[in-house]
């Protein structure tokens, strides 16, 4: 039978999601687990990729068992999880389920802050450059007239296309000196979020023009757009999936605090 587990981390500590040779890896820290919970070697497969030291608040992975599994395994598995790691529920799925590729879109936020903030500081960029938010948002709106987004991806990564359907970029204002970069896909590129801020961000200290943005889109060069921001004030947060995909509804399975 197959499983969707959604989870969240903290990536401060990992390289990235997916397993590598001689690196730390949330996927390798979850597959141990599930090996010794099942005591059998057991796969998992992610819902897409992150790279080092990016968080996610929203992920899912699906694995298949042999046995039938019950609300304990989450519980089970979060006894014995590092800290930075957290599963929020097992949810049984149809064989033909697959965390990556069912999903529809994918949400990313980038944080922001223009004032020294001991308390922000480790899951957000501290910019203190005066920022134009409101051509950094003329900027980003022009992101939805195009598709093809090569200037914005990882050099020599090893895609088959560099098109996405973008549904969403924006900045928003949390509060007085505090923003966040929201942006929504059906798929995104490696590295392709912290180069759009980057760029943008340049956009907003007048480094670059809206007219110089929309070139380097068009010119897909990844020379031409700015750099990539860093890692640690990114966060994965939303997975969507129609509500068809899954085979049972998600509260059936959900584990509560009082679970807990």
Not at 75 to 97: C, E, G, H, T, W
């Amino acid at each position: 039978m197959r499983y969707a587990l959604q989870l969240s981390f903290n990536g401060t500590n990992y390289h990235g999601w997916q397993k590598q040779l001689n690196a730390h890896t949330v996927q390798a820290e979850l597959e141990k687990a599930l090996t010794i919970l099942l005591r059998l070697p057991v796969e998992t497969s992610g819902c897409g990729r992150t790279d080092t030291g990016v968080h996610a608040a929203e992920f899912y992975v699906h694995f298949d068992s042999d046995v039938e599994l019950t609300n304990e395994l989450v519980y089970r598995l979060n006894k014995i999880l590092p800290p930075d790691i957290a599963i929020q529920q097992l949810i049984p799925v149809s064989n033909f389920f697959h965390a990556r590729f069912d999903a529809d879109y994918r949400e990313y936020f980038y944080y922001l802050h223009q004032q020294k903030n001991v308390f922000v500081h480790l899951t957000s960029w501290y910019q203190s450059t005066e920022l134009d938010f409101d051509l950094m948002n003329q900027a980003a709106a022009m992101l939805m007239d195009y598709s093809d987004f090569k200037c914005f991806s990882k050099v020599n990564t090893q895609v088959f296309t560099f098109l996405c359907t973008l549904y969403k970029a924006r900045w928003e204002q949390l509060q007085k000196g505090r923003w966040v970069f929201k942006i929504r896909a059906n798929r995104f590129l490696r590295n392709m979020v912290r180069a759009v801020v980057g760029t943008l961000i340049e956009v907003g200290k007048g480094e670059m023009t809206i007219a110089q943005f929309k070139k380097v889109i068009e010119g897909g060069n990844r020379s031409e757009a700015g750099l990539s921001v860093p890692a640690h004030a990114l966060f994965l947060q939303e997975v969507h999936y129609p509500p068809e995909v899954f085979e049972l509804h998600r509260s059936s399975f959900k584990v509560t605090n009082e679970d807990e």
